[in-house]
């Protein structure tokens, strides 16, 4: 890494990156650190790598429906996958994670779609329509080990070993996760973790819908009414939010 100034906000961004709570406490909602959905400290291909992302912005986003700076997108991932607060687009925190993505991309070309980068979701789609028992089957057999037979990770000396898939400490309603073709593609590539691609495309996605077909934080966007925040946010067969799964309504919790 570079010496002076210019170094330190990249090892900063990087410690935040990994130990977000611990470097990023005003803006953590949840249990999880940046680098639980991107793997190797936001290096890893096919785990939505920061290089990818860096050389890949400013870029439209159906999402919200404008283009996004890097700096937005990153404000996105806070939102809803640490279910807190946004960094402001000037702070030290958000300067640090954008000097830490940019000498991670430190000389790939500005506006390629590298390889690797994002999740590998394009042209994944389910043999069969995804299953919530076959799901539990897989849960079972293949994560519960790390995760936790209730999804909820486990936590040793105080430190969280094991991220949680669902509940109050996970990602919130908004978040890529509690998609289904983002859950499935990352599950696919990178879980059991370093079995990456071990799953069949079934199972994959079969236990998306499981882990996705789970009760969690509120989505920051609802002001009261689900039925309208579903058609307004989630009016696509790849968010659970608003259905009905095993028997329970999803998303009825009030926000916090
Ligand atoms: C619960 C999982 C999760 C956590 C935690 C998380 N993210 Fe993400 N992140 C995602 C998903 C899902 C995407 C969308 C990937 C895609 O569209 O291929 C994403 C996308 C991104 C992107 C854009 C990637 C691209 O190629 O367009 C950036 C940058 C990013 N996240 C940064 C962060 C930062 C910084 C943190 C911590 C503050 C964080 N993320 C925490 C799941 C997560
Ligand atoms: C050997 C332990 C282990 C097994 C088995 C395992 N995981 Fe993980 N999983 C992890 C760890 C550790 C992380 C966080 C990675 C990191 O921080 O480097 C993670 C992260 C995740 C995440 C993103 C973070 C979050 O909390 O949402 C999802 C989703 C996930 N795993 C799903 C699964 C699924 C589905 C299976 C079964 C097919 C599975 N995992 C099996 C250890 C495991």
């Given at each position: ?7 330190d906000?990249?090892?900063?961004g990087?410690?935040?990156f ?30 939505a ?55 991670l ?7 390629a ?13 389910p ?27 486990q ?65 920051p966007?609802y002001?009261?009414?689900l ?8 009016d696509?067969?790849l ?12 998303g ?5």
């Amino acid at each position: 890494m570079p010496a002076g100034p210019f170094g330190d906000a990249v090892r900063q961004g990087r410690d935040i990156f990994v130990h977000t709570r611990e470097y990023a406490k005003a803006y953590v909602g949840n249990g999880l650190r940046c680098s639980n959905c991107h793997l190797d400290a936001g290096r890893l291909a096919h785990s939505a790598p920061l290089w990818g992302a860096y050389v890949a912005y400013p870029q439209y986003r159906r999402k919200n429906g404008h283009v996004n700076s890097l700096g937005e997108r990153i404000q996105g991932c806070f939102r809803f996958s640490m279910n807190g607060k946004a960094p402001p687009l000037d702070s030290p925190e958000m300067v640090a994670l954008e000097s830490y993505a940019y000498w991670l991309a430190t000389g790939a070309p500005v506006g390629a779609r590298l390889a690797g980068a994002g999740y590998p979701k394009q042209g994944f789609r389910p043999p069969q329509p995804p299953d919530y028992a076959r799901g539990k089957a897989v849960f079972v057999r293949d994560c519960a080990l790390c995760h936790g037979a209730d999804g909820q990770g486990q936590r040793a000396a105080g430190r969280d070993v094991f991220p949680p898939l669902w509940g109050p400490d996970s990602f919130n309603w908004g978040a890529g996760m509690a998609q289904l073709d983002n859950a499935a593609a990352f599950i696919k590539a990178n879980m059991p973790l370093s079995r990456g691609g071990s799953l069949s495309d079934q199972d994959a996605w079969d236990v998306a819908m499981y882990i996705d077909g789970h009760e969690r934080p509120q989505d920051p966007r609802y002001k009261g009414n689900l039925e309208q925040t579903r058609k307004q946010y989630h009016d696509s067969p790849l968010s659970l939010y608003g259905t009905v799964v095993n028997g329970r309504l999803l998303g009825a919790r009030p926000s916090q």
